[in-house]
């Protein structure tokens, strides 16, 4: 029996190896036949680096890019590798640069600005004057509470009410202890004008920020809904934006490690989940609506169900069912039915058992808060009714090294128009799900190896059929472990390329950040730029390679790809070369 | 012929006729006597007796870190083929394992020198397939195709001794055995697709490693009734990581039903006394193995199994063997 089991198994393993190429995305290249690799340059300053995907951009507008790259210092590098500045982390009492800087024209005067979040509460904006970086008038901002300084890991940005200023929102791990009863015990998420200030939209009679506040009555947290919101830390580019209602402002999206996933309005307030659906359960705010914050996400639809909607049943809890948590979890905002709206994804762990223990990732997708569905506010997208799931992750027992961040990426790599969730996750496999939640393939990175991570993808076409390749950086614990890994849309491996002149980093070894793919030096041809954890910066140039496959709308020369940089643009919201208009 | 075993043991190449002992007929009693006897119970290079005990089962579906070792003197050359299936969860995931071995091996005893004999066991094949499901989105299965390990061995039999009446024989014998990964099987890129990283964990998988197996076997037989005891102690020394330590203990007893035919039950325990490293999982593990052996001559074949059992960090997890193994033994 087992024998034959073994040839039956055998045999599909065999069909399991072929993957067929999908339709073109794109139409080809002028000069198809491109994709061989050529290590260009490493860059480096001696810092270890995180996840800060680097930006190139033209700072000065003399027609050449610069490579801008975040380690602990920052380093703004010409094209050619010349460094222009190196901004010491000492200067401004910041440390590591965990997450992605943003890198925009804030205020539209023509004035380049580079921000970054860091710990000690910081969050720095500089202008790019005359070769250097300078702290812009205003800056540093803080996301400190009244007594504690936490870091700051998650940063996004965007033109939230569409007047011509990009907004910058910085989430910290940390606030006020729970026994402190100071205003900003909850204070977790910050939006800043470009001036530095909170923003505070035309019209809001309350505070808008920092959330959650200690407020009650209108615009209050303490007493939303009853019972209030609450929330914990978030450690890992924990902030999405995009709109997901009916109204033109952009909405935020975070996501937090109490098990929460919230949205707010610029003005501050969360926005209730669908309310003919979700209600509370709780004694002290029974049948309240509930905003997306203020309920734990379960695995099973039913547990939600009857938990926050029948009311009957046990109290769900990890000791019996799986729960979701969100705590190194970045949201993204995108349409993935193709219906128009906007719809809120992510991949939090899978949570049960008391410690909790994590034993897959899930892809969540819940649908925004349009009149046109029926306010179906977080409400799961019926494709994702039952979530798709990973492996067990790596069990991470002493944190190095770093765990990867499940970020997700939203790209048509199939050639049908609709968009796929791309998501290298902690248990060694990229994943590629399409639009209906089916597993179109995933690859094992890791190569088997445990503590192997992956970082978030980046998507652009490479060899110059109209078919996007996928570039990925891979990091482990020693020196040779590093790799740059890249696929095709259909999952075959192009290029497995161990990183040259790794060195020993006790965070790890290998590219952690999103590659950024540009043409950073003009001639045409693309070169991915991979910030690693312990010896700076590889830049490899893709011979034949061009900007043949881009997002519609989207700046070309910014982003010559489907997904070319961490979080998908420099501002680094979530949104892909479009959120970056 | 095992049947026949206990009336007329064959010495087929003793050289001296065998000493009868002094001691009591129970036989732990009678090695506790001939310890304290001193020489008179102890065998010389040149007077070893011919012990007719049965050999433990052999039989790998999937690889078996300490298997148990014979004690009688022999030369013979042996062959197993086995599949094997297993399963285990973790949260939703659900695996199943089909996987085998095909392992070949001999003993050779220099008949100038019989304290001492050399062994080689080489799994010249494993195959390996899982199936993984992770509902709803994942259902596949991936097979590799390898060679396993390579276990040589020196073995040895300073005490044996022979009972009046021909009732009663005992035997200890000490073994050093080297496992070397001659298997690629460990390299494998599935996380769980290498029996062997299952046990010793996946620094095996980044580093060369040697199993250094110290053991004895004690082996009693009375009449029809052959009872044995292997431990051993398996350090495992890997390049530029932690070395593990290993404990393998065998608990056998074999009947001789007559007309050639044997019954064999061992029960198989196996512990790990390091923690278990990183990806390991593997922390302990008992297994179940009964078999039955006919034998004509020199040649015994056997169908073999075994049911395991395997606690791991976070999932339990069983696997089934069964498979047949031939031995010729050219003392017969």
């Known amino acids: 029996m087992w024998l034959a089991a073994f040839v039956a198994a055998t ?36 810092n270890t680096g995180w996840f800060s995907s680097p930006a ?8 050449g890019k610069e490579i801008v790259a975040p380690f602990y ?34 205020d539209g005067d023509t004035v380049f600005e580079i921000v970054v979040a860091s710990n000690r509460g910081n969050v720095i904006a500089y202008e790019w004057r005359e070769g250097a970086m300078r702290v812009k008038t205003g800056w540093p901002a803080s996301t400190c509470g009244e007594h504690v300084c936490g870091e700051n890991r998650s940063l996004a940005a965007a033109d939230l009410d569409h007047d011509g200023r990009i907004e910058v929102v910085a989430a910290t791990t940390e606030t006020e202890d729970d026994d402190d009863a100071s205003a900003k015990q909850e204070a977790y998420v910050y939006v800043f004008r470009p001036d530095g200030t909170l923003y505070q939209p035309a019209g809001v009679a309350w505070p808008a920020w920092p959330r959650y506040n200690k407020r009650t009555g209108p615009g209050g947290d303490a007493d939303r809904n009853g019972c209030g919101h609450n929330a914990y830390g978030l450690y890992g580019e924990n902030l999405g934006i995009g709109n997901v209602d009916d109204d033109p402002e952009l909405e935020i999206v975070a996501t937090y490690d109490n098990h929460h996933i919230q949205v707010f309005d610029p003005d501050g307030t969360a926005l209730d989940a669908d309310p003919t659906y979700f209600t509370s359960r709780s004694s002290d705010c029974r049948d309240q609506p509930l905003t997306w914050g203020q309920f734990i996400r379960y695995l099973d639809p039913q547990v939600e169900e009857d938990h926050y909607h029948l009311h009957t049943g046990d109290w769900p809890g990890p000791s019996w069912t799986y729960w979701l948590q969100w705590t190194a979890s970045p949201p993204n905002v995108a349409d993935i039915d193709g219906d128009g709206r906007n719809e809120v994804l992510g991949f939090p762990n899978v949570e049960k058992d008391e410690p909790y223990h994590t034993y897959h990732y899930a892809l969540m997708v819940l649908q925004g808060d349009y009149a046109a569905t029926g306010h179906r506010s977080a409400r799961r997208l019926p494709a994702f009714e039952r979530l798709p799931l990973s492996e067990e992750p790596w069990q991470d027992d002493d944190w190095y090294p770093v765990a990867g961040i499940p970020a997700p990426v939203v790209a048509d790599i199939q050639g049908d128009a609709r968009p796929e969730i791309l998501a290298a996750l902690n248990d060694g496999y ?25 970082s978030e993808p980046a998507v652009a076409d490479l060899t110059g059929d109209g078919r996007p390749e996928i570039a990925l950086g891979v990091w482990s614990d020693d020196p040779g472990e590093g790799r740059l890994l890249i696929l095709s849309a259909g999952g075959e ?8 002149g790794q060195r020993e980093d006790g965070n790890g070894v290998g590219a952690t950040a999103c590659p950024t793919i540009n043409d950073i030096d003009g001639d045409g041809q ?16 893709v011979r034949g390679s061009s900007a043949n496959c881009t997002v519609a709308g989207a700046d070309a020369d910014k982003y010559p790809g489907l997904w070319t940089t961490g979080r998908g643009n420099f501002l680094r919201n979530g949104l892909g070369p479009a959120g970056d208009p | 012929m095992t049947g026949a075993r206990n009336a007329r043991r064959r010495p087929v190449r003793r050289s001296d006729p065998r000493r009868a002992g002094t001691v009591a007929p129970a036989a732990v009693a009678v090695l506790v006597a001939a310890l304290g006897a001193g020489s008179a119970a102890v065998a010389r290079a040149d007077d070893l007796p011919r012990l007719g005990l049965l050999p433990p089962l052999s039989v790998e579906g999937g690889a078996v870190v300490a298997p148990s070792l014979g004690v009688a003197p022999a030369n013979y050359v042996w062959g197993g083929l086995a599949a094997a299936g297993g399963a285990w969860s973790a949260g939703r995931a659900e695996y199943e394992e089909v996987f085998g071995r095909l392992v070949v091996g001999g003993v050779w005893t220099p008949s100038f020198f019989q304290r001492l004999s050399f062994g080689a066991d080489f799994a010249a094949l494993a195959v390996h397939s899982i199936h993984t499901v992770v509902p709803p989105a994942i259902d596949e299965w991936a097979a590799d195709f390898d060679v396993g390990e390579l276990r040589v061995a020196i073995s040895g039999l300073p005490w044996a001794v022979d009972l009046p009446d021909d009732e009663v024989q005992l035997g200890v014998r000490a073994h050093v055995r080297l496992t070397l990964p001659t298997d690629i099987s460990r390299w494998n890129e599935g996380r769980r697709a290498a029996p062997l990283r299952r046990v010793l964990g996946d620094d095996i998988r980044e580093h060369e490693f040697v199993g250094i197996d110290l053991g004895g076997t004690f082996a009693v037989q009375w009449t029809l009734l052959t009872a044995y005891q292997t431990l051993c102690l398996v350090p495992v020394a890997v390049v530029d990581s932690e070395p593990q330590f290993l404990l393998a203990s065998t608990t056998g007893a074999g009947l001789a039903l007559g007309l050639g035919f044997e019954l064999l039950l061992e029960l198989n325990v196996l512990g790990r006394l390091t923690e278990a490293p990183a990806g390991a999982g593997r ?18 074949l056997g169908l073999e199994a075994r049911v395991g059992l395997v606690e791991d960090a976070a999932a339990p997890y069983g696997d089934a063997t069964l498979g047949l193994t031939a031995r010729y033994d050219f003392d017969r």
């Open chain 1, 526 to 541: 693309l070169e991915i730029l991979l910030l690693t954890l312990d010896h700076g910066l590889d830049i490899y140039r």
């Open chain 1, 73 to 106: 210092d920052v380093a703004v590098w010409s094209a050619g590798g010349e460094l222009l500045h190196r901004e010491s982390h000492a200067d401004h009492g910041h440390d590591r640069i965990f997450a992605p800087a943003v890198v925009a024209d804030l």
């Open chain 1, 493 to 500: 491996v192009l290029h497995d390329v161990v990183l040259p």
């Open chain 1, 56 to 63: 190139v951009l033209d700072l000065d507008g003399d027609g």
């Open chain 1, 430 to 454: 990229l994943y590629v799900f399409d639009a209906d939640a089916r597993l179109l393939w995933r690859h094992n990175y890791a190569r088997g190896a445990p503590f192997t991570f992956g």
């Open chain 2, 283 to 300: 922390l302990g593990a008992v297994a179940v193995s009964p078999g039955v052996r006919w034998g004509t001559g020199g040649l015994r």
């Open chain 1, 11 to 46: 045999a599909v393993a065999g069909c399991n190896e072929s993957r067929s190429e999908p339709a073109p995305t794109c139409g080809p290249a002028a000069r198809p036949g491109g994709g061989e690799l050529e290590f260009v340059r490493n860059l480096s300053i001696g």
